[in-house]
Nanobody, 121 residues
Framework: QVQLVESGGGLVQPGGSLRLDCAAS????????MGWYRQAPGARRELVAS???????NYADSVKGRFTVSRDNVQNKVWLQMTSLRPEDTDVYYC???????????????WGQGTQVTVSS
């Protein structure tokens, strides 16, 4: 079993900050790219930010300069630091990780349960 457990969502005023945490646990041989996605009701899930094992990052244009993704390869954790939050950042945020469960295994995408971020005054 592999689990991704997220925490850190909530309600924040425009211009405020939040940090999302995600920890992977269970039967894990290796983790590749980790990242965060978000999804509004009725919309497609979209990439917010991702980070490779080596630390290369990729951001959606809408969050560049405001959000920072980081990870700890030993603890199998990924974080998303969000600053200068806007009402349009309101969504459910999902943690994602490419995980191999054993040597030679195919990497599968695993998802967290989602955490609500609401930006409102």
């Amino acid at each position: 079993q592999v689990q991704l457990v997220e925490s850190g969502g909530g309600l924040v005023q425009p211009g405020g900050s939040l940090r999302l945490d995600c920890a992977a646990s269970g039967w894990i041989f290796s983790i590749g790219t980790m990242g965060w996605y978000r999804q509004a009701p009725g919309a497609r899930r979209e990439l917010v930010a991702s980070i490779t094992t080596g630390g290369s990052t990729n951001y959606a244009d809408s969050v560049k300069g405001r959000f920072t993704v980081s990870r700890d390869n030993v603890q199998n954790k990924v974080w998303l630091q969000m600053t200068s939050l806007r009402p349009e950042d309101t969504d459910v945020y999902y943690c994602n990780a490419e995980i191999r469960r054993s040597v030679g295994d195919t990497a599968f995408n695993y998802w967290g349960q989602g955490t609500q971020v609401t930006v409102s005054s």
